[in-house]
């Protein structure tokens, strides 16, 4: 059975960086287009950025710029390298393997950005 668990989360200020990563089993990760999303307080889950089996990225317009998704194929591991972090980037974020048929969502890490 897939499973998806997150690391990295924390408390920083504005203006720092932090590292989320993905780790995976039962998958090879890099065959699946992965995906990061977050869920900030009071609001729905957001995709933020993904990266395809040949790696090809797509990011969300609000974090363009400032995060970045990679895929580590040796260590079967996806991370998302977050710069200039704002408070409104304080959410909840998830890895998913995005498919239609099944989907699977990793539990979550928090990243709390402070002014």
């Known amino acids: 059975q897939v499973q998806l668990v997150e690391s990295g989360g924390g408390l920083v200020q504005a203006g720092e960086s932090l590292r989320l990563s993905c780790a995976a089993s039962?998958?090879?990760?890099?065959?699946?287009?992965m995906g990061w999303y977050r869920q900030a307080p009071g609001k729905q889950r957001e995709l933020v950025a993904t990266?395809?089996?040949?790696?090809?990225?797509k990011y969300a317009d609000s974090v363009k710029g400032r995060f970045t998704i990679s895929r580590d194929i040796a260590k079967n591991t996806v991370s998302l390298q977050m710069n200039s972090l704002k408070p409104e980037d304080t959410a909840v974020y998830y890895c998913?393997?995005?498919?239609?048929?099944?989907?699977?969502w990793g539990q979550g890490t928090l990243v709390t950005v402070s002014s």
């Open positions: 039962g998958i090879r990760m890099s065959m699946y287009v």
């Open positions: 990266i395809s089996s040949v790696g090809s990225t």
């Open positions: 998913k393997r995005e498919s239609w048929y099944d989907p699977a």
